[in-house]
T-cell receptor, first 114, second 115 residues
């Protein structure tokens, strides 16, 4: 019940295209859904996050779509650029044992080709 | 803000040796996490500290792993004795645990290779 399933494992998109990464969860106690971006040799960094009371959040070219009934959420990267090439992790968190416990998806390696 | 600082960046050691990884969290953050990243298992939470106290160590794989946080600005993760299957990238992350959710701030990790 603590799993967050992420797909695809890897993704190749042409410059200017739309990158879409999907995640699904089981535990309805999750109440915060962040996405992290990781470049090679670096730690993950928060990209964008959403709470389950909204269906969409947009920040620049990055949009999270959230479907509470289906327990699914996705990241859309519009006008994808080579600089977006990185590994993206979806995550879900809930307050448990005195802290916000984060469960990460398995990651999607995105390559944007010119 | 220098971010979360981890050292060393790379560590190569032989099986059976003791390994100590170090972390300096962001000043003012009261929560510290140690994660391990591998291709097979992704990002796994090893241990969580709040106000320098270990709160959840259920992710620590074996007694060979131990972590300490002697003060708010320093934490260590020790593996003794190390084994080849411990090879991974180890991340330290910090955040401020308050009334609202705070994102995790990760360091750049320590890549550990045990031969």
């Amino acid at each position: 019940q603590q799993q967050v399933k992420q797909s695809p494992q890897s993704l190749i998109v042409q410059k200017g295209g739309i990158s879409i990464i999907n995640c699904a969860y089981e535990n309805t106690a999750f109440d915060y859904f962040p996405w992290y971006q990781q470049f090679p040799g670096k730690g993950p960094a928060l990209l964008i996050a959403i709470r389950p009371d909204v269906s969409e959040k947009k920040e620049g070219r990055f949009t999270i779509s959230f479907n509470k009934s289906a327990k699914q959420f996705s990241l859309h990267i519009m006008d994808s650029q080579p600089g977006d090439s990185a590994t993206y992790f979806c995550a879900a968190s809930r307050y448990s044992g005195g802290y916000q416990k984060v469960t990460f998806g398995t990651g999607t390696k995105l390559q944007v080709i010119p | 803000d220098a971010g979360v600082i981890q050292s060393p960046r790379h560590e190569v050691t032989e099986m059976g040796q003791e390994v100590t990884l170090r972390c300096k969290p962001i000043s003012g953050h009261n929560s510290l996490f140690w994660y391990r990243q591998t291709m097979m298992r992704g990002l796994e939470l090893l241990i969580y500290f709040n106000n320098n106290v270990p709160i959840d160590d259920s992710g620590m794989p074996e007694d060979r792993f131990s972590a300490k946080m002697p003060n708010a600005s320093f934490s260590t993760l020790k593996i003794q004795p190390s084994e080849p299957r411990d090879s991974a990238v180890y991340f330290c992350a910090s955040s401020f645990s308050g009334f609202s959710v705070s994102p995790l701030h990760f360091g750049n990790g320590t890549r550990l290779t045990v031969t």
